[in-house]
């Protein structure tokens, strides 16, 4: 009876204690739940601005499980402190372009010692002898007008200084003013032509403007400072970035596009730089721009591979439909190098336009002159400076008066 007890007890202390066991393993895995770990906050992309879409798109920030809202599940960013959205640089508002020749007018003042005065004050003399007007006829070919134009002009100031017998500084100044317009001519078009017109497709085209010219002239920082002018008489751009072959002209555009909102296609570095242009005009047409330019390479390595490349540029951009521009960009302070590259330039494609850039650094302004004889193109900008509006249309009044003072 006394073992029937004890196995008893036995018994029960054995199935408390299993029991027991049990209960203690199932607490074990009832762990309390973690404290909740604060969600990560991933900020919403900053507000964009205007044209700031024109941007690559943005690659969607990645996300962990955590930081995905479920359905319903309240905001996660209502409690939390919100991080500060990363500053993007506010669009710059380039300057109106009318009347930008006269507010850099005093940049020409190299040519205007040079020209302008050096002009006046030999007319000036009381004796205007052969040894006079042969300084004069120097004084415009060292400041790059050319030899032609420069007989030229001394043949006419010759003939109406003599019928105009005695001279006050005024009646001078009105001479020379109306022979260098003469010279430089008020008739020509010397508009940007961006107007949009119809593609190959029967689409609206943008405007199309390729930008050619030596590497160094000041090809990608016009291209720049051109796309600024267009957004301030407020049009919509596309940049192609076709110069692949110098490694950072690429960021260079682009920086300047994104300064005023405009768009940069560009291609891989050294990529083909026709099928970067052809994509600029494609990008241009998806999203109605109103203009696209295009920054081409300029190495004149044979005048053959320079061919190849521009008219290869120009026949593939066409595919959508006309150039409407075609701008050659020469540095005013190459003088006749400038003119060597310009016939070059203009036996590979048809130029439109010339810019004349840095006339800011030299006394040489009468290259104007030379220049619009040598191609028989008019000079439509100049450039005046490294600052971003210091590109200006070229108006002749403008332009002379500056040089003498008017
Ligand atoms: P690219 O190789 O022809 O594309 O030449 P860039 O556009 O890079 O310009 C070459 C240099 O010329 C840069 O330092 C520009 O700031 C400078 N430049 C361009 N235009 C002008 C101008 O009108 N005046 C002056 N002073 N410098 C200019």
Redesign the pocket.
């Known amino acids: 009876m006394e073992y029937l007890i004890l196995a008893v007890v036995i018994a029960v202390v054995a199935v408390a204690a299993i029991s027991g066991l049990v209960i203690s393993g199932r607490k074990k895995k009832r762990l309390p739940p973690p404290p909740p770990s604060s969600p990560t906050v991933t900020a919403p992309p900053a507000e964009p601005q205007v044209g700031e879409e024109a941007e690559t798109p943005r690659e969607e920030p990645r996300r962990t499980i955590e930081e995905v809202d479920l359905p319903g599940a309240p905001a996660a960013t209502a409690e939390a402190p919100a991080p500060e959205a990363p500053e993007v640089p506010p669009l710059e508002v380039p300057e109106p372009t009318a009347g930008r020749l006269v507010r850099l007018r005093a940049r020409l003042s190299r040519s205007q010692t040079t020209l302008g005065k050096g002009l006046l004050t030999l007319l000036s003399r009381e004796h205007l002898d052969d040894d006079t007007w042969e300084e004069i006829e120097d004084t415009l070919l060292t400041a790059d007008v050319g030899v032609a134009p420069t007989q030229e002009l001394v043949e006419r100031l010759r003939e109406r200084v003599k019928v105009l017998g005695t001279r006050t500084p005024e009646e001078l100044r009105g001479l020379l003013r109306e022979e260098l317009l003469h010279l430089i001519g008020t008739e020509a078009d010397r508009s940007v032509h961006t107007e949009s017109g119809v593609g190959a497709n029967g689409e609206e085209k943008p405007g199309v403007v390729m930008v050619v010219?030596?590497?160094?002239?000041?090809?990608?920082?016009?291209t720049g400072k051109l796309a600024r002018v267009l957004v301030a008489d407020g049009k919509s751009v596309v940049l192609g970035a076709a110069?692949t072959f110098?490694a950072a002209?690429a960021d260079?555009l682009q920086t300047w596009g994104e300064r005023v909102g405009a768009r940069t296609v560009r291609g891989p570095e050294a990529g083909d730089p026709a099928s970067v242009a052809f994509d600029a005009v494609k990008e241009g047409i998806a999203e109605s721009a109103d203009v696209v330019l295009i920054?081409t390479a300029?190495r004149l390595h044979t005048k053959t591979g320079l061919m190849d490349e521009l008219g290869k540029v120009k026949r593939v951009v066409e595919k959508h439909g006309a150039v409407d521009e075609v701008l050659l960009?020469l540095d005013a302070t190459t003088g006749q190098n400038g003119l060597v590259q310009a016939r070059v330039f203009a036996e590979v494609v048809d130029i439109t336009g010339i810019v004349l850039?840095?006339?800011?650094?030299t006394a040489k302004g009468g290259i104007v002159v030379a220049v619009q004889r040598e191609l028989n193109v008019p000079v439509k900008l100049v450039?005046?400076?490294?600052g971003a509006d210091?590109?200006a249309p070229f108006e002749p009044e403008a332009f002379v008066d500056a040089l003498i003072g008017g």
Do not use: I, P, S
């Not at 010219?213 to 016009?222: A, M, P, Y």
């Not at 850039?357 to 650094?361: Q, Y």
């Not at 450039?383 to 490294?386: D, H, P, Q, V």
């Open positions: 010219g030596v590497n160094g002239t000041g090809k990608t920082t016009t110069d110098r002209a260079q920054d300029g960009v850039t840095k006339l800011d650094g450039g005046l400076g490294e210091d590109l």
